[in-house]
């Protein structure tokens, strides 16, 4: 960017400002400018190190609401503050790669098992209603079945509140799990 480019893009960015701050301001970076030109930089290197001019007038409180571009506008741009998503875009690869082969398996398996403690913990837990209708139909020993039914009970509701116990740790792991890859793609690691 030339000097003349970002004095008129921070002009055009100061514009909800009074005039005279906004003379005043283009005046003071248009000297820092020339300073640094005069101490051997060139006019690309001078504009560089002073920021983007949407920071500074971010910075001077006269920051305008976003302003729409076409695609073809941002790809023009020659913007050295742009990142580099490449690496980002290959660790997102590297990582579903890996989930796919790896993770996908197990958390499925072991997801479909507490779905099956949970049907096998509401199954003891119906047993009272089966208890119910046998009264009425057969000659069971009520006696025994009591003791059969109050025991699958027991046995259903301890093994509902154990598999729900470990589904809270099983799902906050996943989180964590999920928390990891984010920082993994996002180049945290």
Known sequence: MTKQQFLNELNRLLAPLP????????SDYESHIDAAIENGKTEEEAVMD??????????LGAFQPVEKTTFTDFISQKNPSTPNVGPNIFAFLGMLLFNLLFIIGPVVGIAGTFV??????????????GFIMNLFTHDTPILLMFFFVLAAFSF???????????????????????KLNVRIVKGGI
């Open 19 to 26: 005039e005279a701050e906004r003379v005043d301001i283009l």
């Open 156 to 178: 259903g509701y301890l093994l509902f509140l154990l598999t729900h116990f470990l589904a809270k740790g099983y799902i906050r792991l996943l989180h964590w799990y999920w």
């Open 50 to 59: 002073l920021g983007s001019p949407r920071t500074i007038a971010y910075e």
């Open 116 to 129: 099956g403690l949970y049907a096998a913990a509401i199954a003891c837990l119906v047993t009272p209603l």
